[in-house]
Structure formats: C-alpha cells, structure tokens
C-alpha cells in the first residue's frame, strides 16, 4: 500500500514520506557510523599499543576498518530505517 504513494512523486504524502525515509536513513546510518567507528579506534589503539604501531597510521587502519564494516552499517541502517517507518505508519 505505501508503495502506490510513489507513484504519485509531486503529491505532498510522497513528498512527506520520502523526506522522512531518507532522514531516518541518514540519522540511523549516522549512529550505527560513530558506534562502529568508536569501537574500531578503541580496538585499534589497544592492537598499536600492543604491536607499536605508529600514530601516524592509526586512522587510516580505522578508516579501512570502517569500509570493510560499511555492508553491514548499510543494511542494518536500511532495515532500521524501513521497519521503524512502516511501523510508525
């Protein structure tokens, strides 16, 4: 049924709705980021501490960290977003 609503794309429910999906999207995908991200660091600055690790390439190991999470951010933040918005609906 809420499907039948994008059809219509200049009607203020379609408009509404879009709004709000991508909203929650990117609120949702935010959090999920910075606890992921968060976690990595720590891990990460634990392992340097451990191994000597440089400084200098604690955030790149953490940024390739976060890609290598960025799938599963992704589809967690997607199904977060789609049942809290067809729920509230």
């Known amino acids: 049924m809420t499907l039948k609503i994008f059809n219509f794309p200049n009607s203020i ?12 999207f990117l609120a949702i ?3 999920i980021g910075l606890i992921v991200f968060g976690n990595q660091f720590v ?3 634990q392992e340097s501490v451990e191994h000597g690790i440089p400084i200098q390439e604690l955030m790149p190991i953490v940024g390739f960290n976060m890609l290598r999470d960025l799938p599963i951010i ?3 933040s997607f199904f977060i ?7 509230v609906l």
């Open 13 to 24: 429910i379609s408009r509404y709705l879009l709004k709000s999906l991508v909203v929650f």
């Open 81 to 87: 977003n789609n049942h809290f918005n067809f729920t």
């Open 29 to 31: 995908f935010f959090i």
């Open 74 to 76: 992704l589809s967690l």
């Open 43 to 45: 891990l990460t600055v």
